[in-house]
């Protein structure tokens, strides 16, 4: 299984960028996509998560409204639209594949995106994005 992601570049806050994630020798059926972010001197963080279960993807509250997953089956690619970039987004944006579930921070389940990577099997190898005026 590989992915790889492109798509990120330099861009000025309010722009926006569309990430693409190509994975190839993977079966998407029943499967969960993800995109996590790594800013300089922090831990990685979630981003963002989808199921085929489940109508409403999940997005943590730095980028809801902002951000839009999704993927194309019959394309193998994984997406992540970014709109009205802030200079906080600037990051190394990793996708990510598995078989696992997406989840919430609320006790329920539901909510902002926990940002479990052990939910994820198989990762890219990140692409840079740098939002500056």
């Known amino acids: 299984v590989q992915l790889q992601a492109f798509g990120g570049g330099l861009v000025q806050p309010g722009g926006s960028l569309r990430l693409s994630c190509s994975v190839s020798g993977f079966r998407f059926h029943d499967s969960v996509i993800g995109w996590f972010r790594q800013a300089p001197g922090k831990k990685r963080e979630g981003v963002s998560c989808?199921?085929?279960?489940?109508?409403?993807?999940y997005y943590a509250d730095s980028v809801t409204g902002r951000f839009t997953i999704s993927r194309d089956i019959a394309k193998s690619m994984i997406y992540l639209q970014m709109n009205t970039l802030k200079l906080e987004d600037t990051a190394v944006y990793y996708c990510?594949?598995?078989?696992?579930?997406?989840?919430?921070?609320?006790?329920?389940?539901?909510?902002?995106?926990?940002?479990?990577?052990?939910?994820?099997?198989?990762w890219g190898q990140g692409t840079q994005v740098t939002v500056s005026s």
């Open positions: 990510a594949i598995g078989w696992g579930a997406c989840s919430g921070t609320y006790d329920d389940g539901y909510g902002p995106f926990r940002g479990l990577e052990s939910e994820f099997s198989y």
């Open positions: 989808a199921s085929e279960s489940d109508e409403n993807p």
